[in-house]
């Protein structure tokens, strides 16, 4: 494996001040933090909180940034409406290791919720993470063969490589 000269900071490591505090601030209480409330996508209808509704990428798009938002501002109200998502998630996987919507077999959709996972893994330390993630590539190392990337996870397959590195990087 390549060594890296630089590397990137867990979440937390860096807290926010003035100006960027204050646009995070301005985000929590804008869109990131209202989004559930005016965008069905991301409502408790989603499929990825184990309701009918769409079942894709928008998802995991959305806990990309509320989840970092919610622990770098250690806002008590993101972080509840994050952890929603973060437990339906953990719950998800089964046996073999694979997670999210049963009916979305899609690759791509869990590259943005791995993010997500390892950002709130940075925050928290929650070991579950680990052994979810460890789970999960082991699944897609025996699968990747019979269940080939299509266009979009061959387009964004760094954002899956990125968090198998980080993991190694860490166990």
């Known amino acids: 494996m390549i060594l890296?000269?630089?590397?990137?900071?867990?979440?937390?490591?860096?807290k926010p001040a003035g100006w960027l505090e204050k646009q995070l601030k301005i985000q929590s209480k804008g869109l990131t933090g209202r989004l559930e409330e005016v965008w069905k996508d991301v409502g408790s209808d989603s499929g990825w909180l184990g309701g009918n509704g769409e079942n894709w990428e928008r998802g995991p798009y959305y806990c990309d940034g509320l989840i970092p938002l919610a622990y770098l501002l250690e806002d008590a109200g993101l972080k509840k409406k994050a952890e929603k998502w973060i437990t339906w998630?953990?719950?998800?996987?089964n046996e073999e290791g694979f997670f999210g919507p049963r009916d979305n077999d899609d690759w791509w959709p869990r590259m943005g919720?791995?993010?997500?996972?390892?950002?709130y893994f940075e925050y928290?330390?929650?070991?579950?993470?680990?052994?979810?993630?460890?789970?999960?590539?082991?699944?897609?190392?025996?699968?990747?063969?019979?269940?080939?990337?299509?266009?979009?996870?061959?387009?964004?397959?760094?954002?899956?490589?990125?968090?198998?590195?980080?993991?190694?990087?860490?166990?």
């Open 4 to 14: 890296m000269k630089l590397k990137e900071l867990p979440l937390g490591e860096v």
């Open 89 to 93: 998630t953990l719950e998800s996987q």
């Open 113 to 119: 919720m791995l993010k997500g996972m390892k950002n």
């Open 124 to 171: 928290s330390k929650d070991q579950r993470v680990v052994h979810f993630l460890t789970r999960y590539f082991k699944y897609q190392l025996r699968n990747i063969d019979s269940r080939k990337f299509t266009i979009w996870e061959n387009t964004r397959s760094a954002e899956n490589i990125n968090v198998i590195l980080w993991l190694h990087g860490i166990t």
